[in-house]
């Protein structure tokens, strides 16, 4: 069974700090996703890295894609109250057309 | 456009009822997928759909059964429910077949409590 292991599961910060969220399987993966959810919505996509060691910027995000593409990272500078969410990573298992999400890291930023 | 609409919004049901998920989607859609969400256990894939007329079995498929007649709709139903049923349904569609890469839109959820 393919998955993905987040961590940490939960995490509470202040206004202003930096965070880092991991995302890590066993298994190698053509792409990644980040989504966000935020309470009584469905999540919504953030970005997709699809090459080893890919970096992409969103804001104040910052995505990685781990070089053996087994791994991804997401940094938040000075986090900010409006990141509170569920944050999910998601994977198509090689050969497939579906996705399967990692258990996802909430987040809550303290004004 | 209304994106990928669910109804009900709310159901609770008694053990043994039966009942249908509605899933829309306005946007050409080709792939359709329904997801169940518990605490602390992320995004689980019940069942999905490549095209109209076509269904396939996700992670967690007991219990549940699925139909896609039109492009548009997707629909989950539960024959006899029972209290482990009771979760968060998420529908998701994607437009393109075969791409990895391609974006989820998904809908806003149906919460399904089963006592």
Not at chain 2, 49 to 63: I, L
Not at chain 2, 66 to 71: C, I, Q
Request: charged content about 15%.
């Amino acid at each position: 069974t393919q998955l993905l292991e987040q961590s940490p599961q939960f995490l509470s910060i202040q206004e202003g700090e930096n965070l880092t969220v991991y995302c890590n399987s066993s298994s190698v993966f053509s792409s990644l996703q980040w989504y966000r959810q935020e309470p009584g919505e469905g999540p919504v996509l953030l970005v997709t890295v699809v090459t080893g060691g890919e970096v992409k910027k969103l804001k104040r995000l910052t995505f990685q894609f781990g070089d053996a593409r087994k791994d991804s990272s997401l940094h938040i500078t000075a986090a900010q109250p409006g990141d509170t969410g569920l944050y999910l990573c998601a994977a198509p298992p090689p050969g497939t057309y579906k996705y399967i999400f990692g258990t996802g890291t909430r987040l809550k930023v303290l004004a | 456009n209304a994106g990928v609409t669910q109804t009900p919004k709310f159901r609770v049901l008694k053990t043994g009822q039966s009942m249908t998920l509605l899933c829309a989607q306005d946007m050409n859609h080709e792939y359709m997928y329904w997801y169940r969400q518990d605490p602390g256990m992320g995004l689980r894939l019940i069942h999905y759909s490549v095209g109209e007329g076509t269904t396939a079995k996700g992670e967690v498929p007991d219990g549940y059964n699925v139909s896609r007649l039109k492009k548009q709709n997707f629909l989950l139903g539960l024959e006899s429910a029972a209290p482990s049923q009771t979760s968060v349904y998420f529908c998701a569609s994607s437009p393109r077949a075969g791409a990895s890469t391609d974006t989820q839109y998904f809908g806003p959820g149906t919460r399904l409590t089963v006592l």
